[in-house]
């Protein structure tokens, strides 16, 4: 299929392509937003006329037993293993946020009717791994994610494939974070060129006194964008972290719009950009405090390095405010690498790129040295320096 076959298409002429249900809320918000294109202010820098142009082969999506693992594995939208007792089933999704900014968050619902729904109980730590398998192929699947009140659960996602050209992947999550408690979702990524593409559309709804962490890491090249809503309560907070390191032509990056809703939440919004040769880093990022949510605090930044006089950083942090009792600042900056710092290293004997390394990574740490588990952290680094040392090399 292509999807620009569902371009300017009516809600039937929808449901007929895509062989889904005429009544669903989705199909129904899908067809008043329309599919994207660059007219979409979320979607100006990215190239989706070139995805949406491709033909792509569909998959059927049928459960498999789950094996007992260390970890949830996930191999083209199926669940193949996972750890024992936790509980990870398949059923319609029951909540859509009808109010999402995205169209593909819609369309990837319709895409994937029945969800993967995972349950967090108590305090625990959860690794997920994604495993991509099939060319050419336009794989879709969500996932609403639970956690109880009261507990703190932590989420790392990383991603793989393997031998795979040309596949696009939409896929996202639901998150429902439950009063007082803590959830903490970390994303480690590295496309190849044109293994696959992604376009990942969240939403994380924070009732009152939930606490989010949520922190990506995005590096390599290829397409990807992550598109994420978020909706916070009385006293929720949240704190966001984006790392972007991209090269060989890239287009990544991350749209976001954080609503402050109930009184006294607060949002921390940080990113940092890194891109090197012809590529182009995304960051555009919404914080709107509504009327009812005074004496909120809102902070949001973005940095940004390049790396290369074709590299290029579209950086567009806003702030949409309608009550004056708040505390609320935002900013953003590009810049290169200080020439001085890198002539200082490379007089003490280091080469070129270990000297831009050491900056670039000296950049960087802020974000990598806040996840506190020293080994996801380890494996952020390490996959950064794969990343690094492949551009180079491709450089070079």
């Avoid at 393997?162 to 696009?168: A, M």
């Avoid at 960087?364 to 950064?384: G, P, W, Y």
Wanted: net charge neutral; proline share 2%.
């Amino acid at each position: 299929m292509k999807l620009s076959e569902l371009k300017k298409k009516s809600p039937s002429e929808i449901a007929q392509l895509l062989s889904v249900d005429r009544k669903s809320v989705a199909l129904e918000r899908f067809a008043i937003l329309g599919l994207p294109n660059k007219k979409n202010e979320e979607y100006r820098y990215f190239q989706l006329k070139k995805l949406f142009e491709k033909e792509y082969c569909t998959i059927s999506y049928i459960p498999k037993p789950i094996k007992e693992a260390k970890k949830i594995i996930i191999v083209d939208g199926i669940v193949t293993h996972a750890p024992h007792g936790m509980r990870i089933y398949y059923e319609q999704c029951q909540t859509i946020d009808m109010e999402h900014f995205d169209p593909m968050y819609y369309l990837g619902h319709l895409l994937s009717p029945h969800v993967i729904k995972i349950d967090l109980d108590g305090d625990t730590d959860v690794e997920v791994e994604h495993h991509y398998s099939q060319s050419g192929t336009l794989i879709a699947y969500r996932i609403v994610l639970i956690n109880q009140a009261n507990r703190h659960a932590t989420l790392f996602e990383s991603f793989y494939n393997k031998n795979i050209k040309d596949t696009l992947v939409l896929y996202g999550y639901d998150t429902f974070i439950a009063p007082d408690s803590t959830l903490r979702i970390l994303k480690n990524q590295k496309i190849h060129g044109e293994d696959y593409a992604m376009i990942a559309s969240h939403h994380l709804q924070l009732n009152r006194h939930a606490n989010a962490v949520v922190k990506s890491f995005d590096m390599g090249s290829g397409m990807g964008l992550q598109l994420i809503k978020v909706d916070l309560d009385y006293y929720a907070h949240l704190n966001m972290g984006h790392l972007l390191y991209i090269n060989d032509g890239a287009q990544r990056g991350t749209i976001s719009k954080i609503i402050h809703q109930g009184k006294y939440a607060t949002s921390h919004q940080e990113a940092k950009s890194i891109i090197d040769s012809a590529s182009c880093g995304i960051f555009d990022a919404l914080i709107r405090v509504e009327h009812s949510a005074k004496w909120t605090k809102a902070y949001q930044n973005s940095k940004a390095i390049l790396l290369h006089e074709k590299a290029y950083m579209a950086s567009k942090p806003q702030l949409e405010i309608y009550i004056d009792e708040l505390e609320a600042s935002h900013g953003s900056t590009t810049g290169q690498l200080d020439e001085k710092q890198l002539f200082y290293l490379r007089s003490r004997g280091i080469d070129e790129i270990e000297a831009k390394k050491i900056l670039v990574i000296a950049f960087a740490n802020t974000l990598i040295e806040q996840i506190k588990d020293s080994r996801h952290q380890e494996v952020i680094k390490a996959t950064f320096e794969e990343a690094f040392y492949a551009g180079e090399k491709d450089f070079i």
